[in-house]
Structures are given as C-alpha cells and as structure tokens.
C-alpha cells in the first residue's frame, strides 16, 4: 500500500513540478544580493574568469582572485578596484592541493570567510590521445576536477556551520556529451557534472539548503585558450555573454547554466535519438578547432 501511495505522491509531484516551471517560465525569478558577499574566483587573470570578476564587483561584493598568471589577475584587480570594490589577488596554482590550501587559510586570515566560490580555472590541450602527454593529461584533471575537490573541502566547514553559502563548478557542454580530440577535457568535465551532481544531493540530504550549488556549461567560447573553434550549429561565445549568464544562474539559484539555454534540449534528445543519427548531426556540426593530430598541428 504505501509503494501506491508514494507513487501517486510522486505524479503530483511531477504535475506540480511542470506547472511550477511553466509559471516560472513568464514570472522572472527573484533575485538575491551579493553585496558585501566574500567571492573567490579561480582563474581569474582572463576570460570567463575576468569578466565573472568584473559583473561581482559590479554588485559590491568583495573579491578574492586567484590565478596563475600574476599579470593577468594583477589586472583583473585593478580594474576591479576601479569599481569600489576590495580585491585580495593572489598567484596560485590550482593543481597544487598544498597550495591552495594554504591560500585559503590565509584569505581566511586576512579577509575572512569565503560565502561564494566559482571554480572557473581551467586547462586544455587539444590533441588525439596518442598525442597527449601524460603530464598533460595529468594536469587537465588537477586543474579542472581534483582542484574542485580540495577548493570545496577547505570552504564547506565555514559555509555549513552558517549554513550559508554557493558554490559555483564552471564545466562545459563537453561535461554533457563529447568531441573528439578532447578526451582528457571532456572526461574532467564530465567528472565536474557529476561533483556538481553529487555535492548538490549531499548537501540536501544533510539539510544544508542555504548553500547553493550552480553548474556553469557553455559551449565553445573565445578565450584563446582553443584556437579558431568554428561550428555550424553552435555560436561561438563571447566570454562577456558567458560571464552574464554565471552571475544571472548566481542570482537567482539555477543548478544547472547552459549557455546558450537552448543546448539543454539538444543534450536532452541526444538520449532518445539512434547512434546513426547523432553521427549524422555531428558531421552538420562541423566542429572545427586547431588540435595535434598525429604529432602535428591540423584544424579538426
């Protein structure tokens, strides 16, 4: 009796969740101030990174850039600053678990509690596998997945104890399906959905819903980090649309960011269609980005 009953909850459930959405489809959401919030962003010296400083900054909260490049997040401080903001910025490498550690305990020091953290540093080499290096391979999972880890761990005792906080994981459609010449990045981005996934349920089991959990995955977008990216049925993203999107999935709650909004759908009938039929939309996708291939640079 009481596996029928919770199956007819469950329907309700189901039809109150459609309603809601579609409600929510032409009411816009409300939206939640980040003044004076203390905001850590990873990979801050450039693209998404730096323009998702400038849109924090622009709502007065306080801001903790890191990056490896101590140029680039000098920069992306200073023109922060410009906006009235305080900024903590700081050369870390978000490979280095010791590192970050220590980073954090002396932000913790110097500038208190981080309440939102986005995980944007990332890495990238685009190759056939054969080409790959191991360290290469190596890093790309340091950076874009086990950083998260050890980023999340050292700030979820202070958010949990307030039971207060969001944590930003910046993957990519890559985290959803694949390209080939990607591998190690698709992996580690298919590793980042599924700590998004994973530490949004935990948390909601432990009954820590004051802290916030957003997943941020855009499709190709112009960083430089991969070079001339081309598609047919793809836009290639500006990071300023990027960096918009994070803090309008900040705002208002969204757990999952896909930029643009529609890639949702596609991702979603890629689940029904037959294995001959996405080959063939592949080819129409015609994605294009310069890789090694055979230990030699071509645009694949």
């Known amino acids: 009796m009481n596996i029928v009953l919770d199956i007819l909850l469950l329907v309700v459930i189901i039809i109150y969740s459609y309603l809601e959405s579609l409600v929510k489809f032409f009411i816009p959401r409300r939206r939640k101030s980040v003044a004076g919030e203390i905001v850590l962003i990873t990979g801050a010296g450039h693209g998404i990174g730096r323009l998702t400083a ?11 850039l890191w990056d490896i490049n101590k140029h680039g997040v000098e920069e992306t401080a200073a023109q922060c600053r410009k906006l009235g903001v305080t900024v903590h910025a700081s050369v870390v490498d978000c490979s280095n678990r010791e590192e970050i550690y220590s980073s954090i305990n002396q932000v913790k020091k110097e500038v208190g509690d981080i ?13 056939d596998l054969l080409s790959t290096k191991d360290e290469e391979i190596t890093k790309t999972f340091e950076v874009n997945i086990l950083g998260h880890f050890w980023i999340t761990k050292a700030l979820l005792p202070s958010m949990m104890k307030r039971n207060h906080g969001h944590i930003v994981t910046v993957a990519s459609v890559c985290g959803h399906g694949v390209i080939p010449y990607l591998i190690p990045y698709c992996s580690s981005k298919f590793a980042a959905v599924g700590f998004h996934r994973a530490l949004t349920s935990e948390l909601e089991t432990l009954g820590k819903t004051g802290i916030k959990t957003s997943c941020l995955c855009p499709v190709f977008v112009n960083t430089g980090f991969t070079k001339n990216p081309s598609t047919r049925l793809w836009p290639v993203l500006e990071t300023d649309v990027v960096a918009r999107s994070l803090i309008d999935g900040v705002l208002t709650n969204k757990k999952m960011i896909f930029v643009p909004s529609y890639i949702n759908i596609s991702l979603i009938l ?12 592949s080819r129409i996708q015609n994605i294009q980005f310069e890789a090694v291939v055979g230990h030699k640079m071509k645009t694949k």
Do not use: C, D, M, Q
Request: aromatic share 12%; charged share 25%.
């Open 270 to 281: 890629e689940k029904f269609l037959p294995e001959r039929v996405l080959a063939a939309i």
């Open 54 to 64: 400038y849109e924090f900054a622009k709502r007065k909260s306080r801001l903790v």
């Open 115 to 127: 309440t939102i953290v986005v995980n944007n540093a990332g890495a990238i080499y685009p190759a």
